[in-house]
């Protein structure tokens, strides 16, 4: 059974960085695309960047130039390096994984992880 297990996050004031990382286990998924989504309280589930196996990156316009997403794949883990953060990044963070780019982007990833939760306050 594959399974994402994310760790990371907590609580940072404005201007200051966090990393999440997800390990995924059960198969291997060095050839699959990997990517990171957020749920902001009462908000809908967004996207905020993917990574493919030959580490082609792509980012939602809110956190380009701040967050940076990076993969190790010897260890199928994927992480998120987020700086310059702001109140609004606040939301759990999920990881997904999926062999197909295209769904994964739209949010329909095969396998998803538990979320973990980033909190940007003064």
């Known amino acids: 059974q594959a399974q994402l297990v994310e760790s990371g996050g907590g609580l940072m004031h404005p201007g200051g960085s966090l990393s999440v990382s997800c390990a995924a286990s059960?198969?291997?998924?060095?050839?699959?695309?990997m990517g990171w989504f957020r749920q902001a309280p009462g908000k809908e589930r967004e996207f905020v960047a993917d990574?493919?196996?030959?580490?082609?990156?792509y980012y939602a316009d809110s956190v380009r130039g701040r967050f940076t997403i990076s993969r190790d794949n010897a260890k199928t883990t994927v992480y998120l390096q987020m700086n310059r953060l702001k109140p609004e990044d606040t939301a759990v963070y999920y990881c997904?994984?999926?062999?197909?780019?295209?769904?994964?982007?739209?949010?329909?990833?095969?396998?998803w992880g538990q979320g973990t939760q980033v909190t940007v306050s003064s």
């Open positions: 997904a994984v999926d062999t197909n780019l295209v769904r994964l982007r739209n949010g329909r990833a095969e396998y």
């Open positions: 990574i493919t196996w030959i580490r082609s990156t």
């Open positions: 059960g198969r291997t998924f060095s050839s699959d695309s």
